[in-house]
């Protein structure tokens, strides 16, 4: 978690920005979204531009050493189109809870919210044959009485969001279980096969979608006055409250944001796969927060932007199947993801100070 110090009476009506990760108490308190402001940090030498671009380099030199080491399969074009592809549900993801996080908001539901997504959008087109237009909308109103719930324990109550969003999520994934009868759904209607599976340019259209979202959000939050004010509202809470922002309304929208993005990468997951079962969202938590800290490293060192979530999804993806090309099991995906996170925290760490 990404700390804030408290403001002085004197500083108080000025954002203070983070300095430091930790993952102990007061979530709420003292996770506030951004290590440290670097809108006006200059490239002025080779050490900044470094620090700047650090997972950017690391995703070069993992594709040349991959590709040294295994030409005819890494290299290949079709595989590179697997990749992004096979990724897009990841996409969408982190990129959306790249706005919550910007917004000083942990949300650890989106796991559950992808896979019970999923669940509900198999179950009633292919086992209640409700039409696929019906069938999204039930279950977006769903996901959206669930971003709803958060909220209003977190914003309102003011409960801690770390355990309200994890109860959520395991109870989404209780959920899909009792839904699915614990086992696989199938038979998915043929146009959310079409609507998922199809392509533009070699590259499956979900990419595509998740490119669409993250220009969408790069501009609201570098572009706009809603962007700026929700960044402001992560660096410090009261400190935007004394500003005039509307702090309870932008944390609240950042929550929705993410439940959205899970909702969609589910849809996303079912239409790729033609098949939904319960648990299949609980893989994707780790990578999507070791995707955002990671990016929260690069393009703007200290501040959870797009840009650098999708560098470091697409570092996550040529990792791991970088890895696996070489005959590992799927146990080492679990290890890089986690092992990532790590790096990505302690990056974050170093870039506060």
């Known amino acids: 978690m990404i700390s804030l110090n408290k403001v002085s009476k004197k500083n108080r009506g000025k954002p203070k920005p983070n300095s430091a990760v930790s993952l102990g108490g007061g979530v709420d308190e003292e996770f506030h979204g951004t290590v440290l402001s670097s809108r ?83 179950y009633l087109s292919a086992v209640k044959g409700l039409s696929v237009e019906l069938s999204l909308l039930i279950s977006f109103v769903v996901i959206l009485a669930v971003a709803a719930v ?41 146009r959310i096969l079409k609507i998922m599976q199809g392509r533009f340019l070699g590259i499956g259209l979900p990419f595509w979608y998740a490119v669409i979202v993250g220009i969408v959000i790069w501009y609201v939050l570098h572009h706009m006055q809603s962007g700026r004010f929700l960044y402001f509202t992560g660096e410090g809470r009261e400190a935007a409250r004394l500003a005039g922002i509307r702090v309870d309304r932008i944390r609240t929208t ?37 995707a955002t800290f990671l990016g929260a490293a690069t393009i703007k060192p200290g501040r959870f932007n797009p840009l650098g979530t999708f560098v470091a999804v697409l570092l996550l993806a040529v990792g791991t199947t970088g890895l696996q090309l070489f005959g590992l099991t799927d146990w080492v995906t679990n290890v890089f993801d986690g092992a990532i996170l790590i ?9 506060g100070r």
């Open 40 to 122: 006006s940090m200059a490239l002025s030498s080779p050490k900044e531009f470094f620090r700047h671009y650090t997972v950017v380099f690391a995703l070069i030199v993992t594709i040349i050493v991959f590709g040294i080491l295994r030409p005819k399969t890494f290299l290949a074009l079709s595989d590179i189109k697997t990749i992004l592809t096979g990724q897009a549900a990841l996409f969408a993801l982190a990129l959306t809870l790249t706005v919550a996080l910007g917004a000083g908001e942990i949300d650890l539901s989106v796991g559950g919210v992808l896979g019970f997504s999923s669940v509900l959008i198999a």
């Open 150 to 190: 958060n909220s209003y324990l977190i914003v309102k109550i003011q409960v801690n969001g770390l355990i309200t969003t994890l109860a959520m999520g395991t109870i989404l994934d209780g959920l899909s279980q009792a839904v699915s009868n614990s086992s696989t759904i199938g038979n998915i209607p043929s």
């Open 254 to 290: 950042s929550l929705f944001v993410s439940a959205i993005g899970a909702w969609f990468a589910g849809f996303i997951l079912v239409g790729q796969t033609g098949a939904a079962q319960a648990g299949t969202g609980d893989p994707y938590l780790l990578p999507a927060y070791a």
């Open 343 to 351: 790096v990505a925290i302690g990056l974050a760490t170093l870039v």
